[in-house]
């Protein structure tokens, strides 16, 4: 026999699903954080950055470009949002890939490539 609390633990699963669906729909941004040094000292801002996303370390297409100007430095530090308007594509980590980001600072790009890794996110929780 199914009891009240059951049917009510039902209709909250489908009601969460139904609401988390089209989440997946939309861009996955992400932040990114670089120090950039000039000659062994912090460097100082504001900067443009160019940052493109590719699916290999060297060679091959991006999946997309961000540009990004007046981006401040601290220290010579640097932190922006990537993807938030779907520039590398509405999730770039959905199948799981290596990704590597190419970054262009005021017209000069920096190499090599910087592999990206990828928090792990829950699905959900098995306790609250």
């Given at each position: ?31 990114y ?8 000292t ?29 981006v ?11 993807n ?14 290596p ?23 829950a ?6």
């Amino acid at each position: 026999m199914i009891s009240r609390l059951q049917i009510v633990l039902f209709a909250s699963i489908l009601a969460l699903l139904a609401w988390a669906s089209p989440a997946f729909a939309q861009n996955q941004p992400f932040t990114y954080q670089g120090k950039l040094d000039q000659s062994g000292t912090p460097a100082t801002g504001p900067i443009d950055l160019v940052v493109r996303l590719f699916p290999t370390e060297t060679d091959g297409t991006a999946i997309g470009t961000q540009t990004i100007n007046g981006v401040p430095l601290i220290g010579g530090v640097f932190t922006v949002t990537l993807n938030a308007n779907g520039e590398f594509t509405a999730n770039p980590f959905a199948t799981g890939a290596p990704r590597w980001v190419e970054i262009t600072v005021n017209g000069q790009t920096i190499t090599p490539r910087q592999r990206l890794t990828v928090s792990p996110m829950a699905a959900f929780s098995a306790a609250p």
